[in-house]
């Protein structure tokens, strides 16, 4: 009898050593996933935007005593257009005022996470409309891990400024006009004309896409926004990123 309980002692401490070791495991890949990867993704998107080649906008210029930003007068016409890069290519950047505190995040070609998403930040769905075009310039980050870029998607309201800065030295500010949440088959989000799948575009719009609800992927977080107005970057920094943090445009 002894020998026998001695058995079951013994392999039930086998399994409480083996829970414990998944136990320990689990929290350290819960670790590295939640916490880790926005250190170190965090750390590469600012690289990333450190390295574009960004022209300098105009310096601030002394004004009564004080520092008065330059600010770029607002153009309405149609705006210059870049070609779509190849695959992993960063060629933009995006500013949100709405959330204070958070830096200008790279936007490179394509949505795969291996390549783009989980490395380099926000992705650009392939053959949709580059910034300034008439279409849908559509765009994917993730709400959680690897930097989170669009982890405030939700404080997004109608009207809110949303800034795209390219590398060819153009300003694009979109407004957004709407959210929604929809299931993830639903692709017509970032058709040329959202929920119109075939129709032909007429506005020069702008797609942030990211899952929903936080920590899973049942659904997705949708906001569209319609081109304001655009600007050389020599002209100066959109009023919107007057306001904004420190290092937001440089």
Known sequence: M??????????????????????VLLFAFL??????????????QAQIVAELPFEPVPSPTPSGGTTAPVIAPPRHDAPPVMAEPPHATTFATIQVPRWDGEPERPISQGTDRATVLDDLGIGHYDGTAMPGDVGNFAIAGHRTTYAKPFNRIA???????LVIRTTDNI???YR???????????????APVPGEPGATPTERMITLTTCHPMFSARERYIVHGVLDYWAPTTDGIPAELISAPAGGAS
């Open 2 to 23: 002894s020998r026998a309980r001695n058995a079951v002692y013994s392999t039930v401490g086998v399994i409480g050593e083996l829970l414990i070791t998944v136990g």
């Open 31 to 44: 670790v590295w996933q939640l916490w880790w990867t926005d250190v170190v993704g965090n750390r590469a």
């Open 155 to 161: 404080e997004l309201k109608e009207g809110d400024p």
């Open 171 to 173: 300003w694009y500010v």
């Open 176 to 190: 957004v006009t709407s959210t929604q949440i929809v299931d993830p088959s639903d692709v017509q989000v970032i």
